[in-house]
């Protein structure tokens, strides 16, 4: 079974240039999540996605950040602009249909710097 | 606000030592407690707790709850160098709240 893949790996921009991530869910898993994890921190959820709908975003700084999921697949997740605290990993995760007790398969990860 | 705390933050031993991860945890509508491990950058899924005092095992590793305490630990008995890497503990509220993570380093 392919696991989740993330692309690119890595991406180095200038402040205040816009950046976009990709992210191809496990096949059949209708939960897609998008984790933040700064340098020495744990993943910090931005955004739930449940199918094309989007199930929590509370942490999504969303005057910079955007995400969606066409077609509830593939997911795409953009920064614009860029600031030097967005320099971090950020992963892709799915799960099968995100209820309880179901594990979330995560990607490798696109890190990202930001000068 | 939900907060999963790790400790100790950094771990190296040698070879053949066992040892022991903490995680308390502060997380509201309390579902269960998982841990993974970070090898470079992807989590792996190691165990999933939800019962208070059944321990589970994957061979060396063991892992058991207690939400009395809001606590949980993972042993690890026999380490091996390919277990260096950095163990995250999150509790899952109908979300994943991530603790800091141990990086663990065994040395030859």
């Known amino acids: 079974e392919a696991g989740v893949a993330q692309s690119p790996r890595y991406k180095i921009i200038e402040k205040r240039q816009s950046v976009a991530f990709w992210c191809n869910p496990i096949?059949?898993?209708?939960?897609l999540y998008w984790y933040q994890q700064i340098l020495g921190q744990g993943p910090k959820l931005l955004i739930q996605?449940?199918?094309?709908?989007?199930?929590?975003d509370s942490q999504l700084p969303k005057d910079r950040f955007s995400a969606e999921r066409l077609k509830g697949v593939d997911s795409t997740l953009k920064i614009q602009p860029a600031k030097l605290e967005d320099s971090a990993v950020y992963l892709c995760?799915?799960?099968?249909?995100?209820?309880?007790?179901?594990?979330?398969?995560f990607g490798p990860g696109t890190r990202l710097l930001v000068l | 606000e939900d907060k999963v705390v790790q400790s100790p933050l950094s771990l190296v031993v040698h070879e053949g030592d066992t040892v022991t991860l903490n995680c308390s945890y502060e997380?509201?509508?309390?579902?269960?407690l998982l841990w993974y491990k970070q090898e470079k950058k992807a989590p792996t899924f190691l165990f999933m707790l939800?019962?208070?005092?059944i321990e589970k095992k994957s061979g060396r590793l063991s892992s058991i709850l207690d939400k009395k305490e809001l606590s949980s630990i993972l042993n690890i008995t026999a380490t091996q160098t390919g277990d260096s890497a950095i163990y995250l503990c999150?509790?899952?509220?109908?979300?994943?709240?991530f603790g800091k993570g141990t990086k663990l380093t065994v040395n030859p």
């Open positions: 996605f449940q199918n094309n709908g989007v199930v929590d």
């Open positions: 995760a799915s799960s099968l249909s995100g209820s309880y007790q179901e594990t979330q398969y």
């Open positions: 096949s059949g898993h209708a939960t």
């Open positions: 939800t019962s208070s005092g």
């Open positions: 999150a509790g899952d509220s109908e979300k994943l709240v």
């Open positions: 997380v509201t509508n309390f579902r269960s």
